[in-house]
């Protein structure tokens, strides 16, 4: 699929111009980062899927020194972090910022939004829930999403480190885009899986108990660095390819 | 060991009998929950390991709304971060705070002290960090610690939830117990250790990039649950063991 297309599609689902060029770019920089269940094939997903306004805003539900609360207001998850993620960049912490996102899903690449955020010069840190999708691995009923955890380190010096890491063996987004099958979908790490297992859960709940209106959430923290450890990092680690490296 | 021989050699350490009493609690606590690398072994660890002051006090060198920044000044890691969680009990965030302590190493079994925070109410979100270990799972020189998140979820009607997930495949104290080798110590998760990895290396960078004085630390995140998410999940799980359960 080209940007012609894209964006022809978007704007036909009723997504404003800029809406449709911020959501073209999120699924277009996962596509060539060889994340295809982030890519492309989530445009005819987006054209099946309910529940969402293209036409819906986000809004700032409260805010203090160290903290907002955001709330979807019926916005796609994508649309929400990309709003968020700009009013931490227009107005960055003091030091450092919690920002919990009420119904925000889905939230795609977590990677692309702290990178963004990097680029901008702060660390961040994200999570966001989904569908339980992940049991535990002697078994039992799905209890957790895949909830990834994603970190994005500036540096003045060089390319922000950027880890983006989905506690399933497999992303639900490869279900989508037919390159596995559901019952792949299980917490990573073979037979130490009941380390991401505890990682999804844990996730989930720092969002569930943070959101005061129950559904799918991301939280995020922003923080002002002190240091720039990357290019120390970089040197030390030769030719080896750090996370997030193109 | 038992308790009166642990509180001998810690307070033989030079150690005050409060802070004795709080280091054979967590090494006791990690013991039990079959974490002997963090257990009753630190302690002839402790007597060979050098670079501490038993009587030395942690201080709070910043505060501000959602942000305080601690400093080791000295002391064991276990005990700042012991001082770190009192603080934040006494005197809870109005909504979040994140918790930067700089020189704090070493910081034993991190799921004990966000289950403190956890039993007092509040969600507890840790990680720090430790000598390199881990190198990328395709070879090269080690380029991060173990560095384990622990995340702490309080519940009014059950016990508290406590992942407390290390990077590593085993810990480093499983090799100061001697239930390892150091060539074991490698990213957990098989075919997908890149996962663990990136992990670690990312949870590296945010301490390194948030202290002021170069060397291990720790960062923790606390928040007022505005939710309880725990029973509903205890049920949904049915017969499933959750993390941290006893």
Same mark, same amino acid.
């Given at each position: 699929?080209?940007?012609? &297309?894209?964006?022809?599609?978007?704007?036909?689902?009723?997504?404003?111009?800029?809406?449709?060029?911020?959501?073209?770019?999120?699924?277009?920089?996962?596509?060539?980062? /060889?994340?295809?269940?982030? /890519?492309?094939?989530?445009? %005819?997903?987006l054209?099946?899927?309910?529940? #969402?306004? %293209?036409?819906?805003?986000?809004?700032? +539900?409260?805010?203090? =020194?160290?903290?907002?609360?955001?709330?979807?207001?019926?916005?796609?998850? #994508?649309l929400?972090?990309?709003?968020?993620?700009?009013?931490?960049?227009?107005?960055p912490?003091?030091?450092?910022?919690?920002?919990?996102c009420?119904?925000?899903?889905?939230?795609?690449?977590?990677?692309?939004?702290?990178?963004?955020?990097?680029?901008?010069?702060?660390?961040?840190?994200?999570?966001a829930?989904?569908?339980?999708?992940?049991?535990?691995?002697?078994?039992? !009923?799905?209890l957790?999403?895949?909830? !990834?955890?994603?970190? /994005?380190?500036?540096? /003045?010096?060089?390319?922000?480190?950027?880890?983006?890491?989905?506690?399933?063996?497999?992303?639900?987004?490869?279900?989508?885009?037919?390159?596995?099958?559901?019952?792949?979908?299980?917490?990573?790490?073979?037979?130490?899986? *009941?380390?991401?297992?505890?990682? =999804?859960?844990?996730?989930?709940?720092?969002?569930d108990?943070?959101?005061?209106?129950?559904? *799918?959430g991301?939280?995020?923290?922003?923080?002002? !660095?002190?240091?720039? %450890?990357?290019?120390?990092?970089? &040197? +030390?680690?030769?030719?080896?390819?750090?996370?997030?490296?193109?």
């Amino acid at each position: 699929m080209d940007a012609d &297309e894209g964006l022809r599609r978007l704007r036909a689902l009723g997504f404003a111009d800029l809406d449709a060029q911020e959501l073209w770019v999120h699924f277009d920089a996962a596509e060539r980062r /060889g994340k295809q269940g982030h /890519g492309h094939a989530r445009i %005819p997903w987006l054209e099946e899927l309910e529940g #969402y306004d %293209p036409s819906a805003e986000p809004s700032l +539900l409260e805010e203090e =020194a160290g903290f907002q609360r955001w709330h979807g207001g019926g916005a796609i998850g #994508y649309l929400v972090l990309g709003r968020v993620v700009r009013a931490q960049l227009d107005s960055p912490p003091s030091q450092a910022r919690l920002v919990v996102c009420e119904r925000t899903f889905p939230t795609g690449m977590l990677g692309h939004h702290v990178r963004r955020l990097a680029d901008g010069g702060l660390v961040a840190v994200l999570t966001a829930t989904s569908p339980r999708r992940l049991g535990h691995p002697d078994g039992g !009923p799905k209890l957790a999403g895949t909830n !990834p955890l994603a970190i /994005g380190i500036p540096s /003045g010096g060089s390319d922000p480190i950027v880890a983006d890491v989905s506690m399933g063996a497999i992303t639900w987004g490869d279900v989508v885009a037919g390159l596995a099958s559901a019952d792949e979908l299980v917490p990573f790490g073979a037979e130490q899986a *009941h380390k991401a297992f505890a990682l =999804a859960l844990g996730l989930q709940l720092i969002v569930d108990s943070l959101v005061r209106d129950d559904g *799918h959430g991301a939280v995020l923290l922003v923080a002002r !660095p002190e240091a720039d %450890p990357v290019p120390a990092l970089r &040197e +030390l680690a030769g030719g080896v390819r750090l996370p997030g490296d193109g």
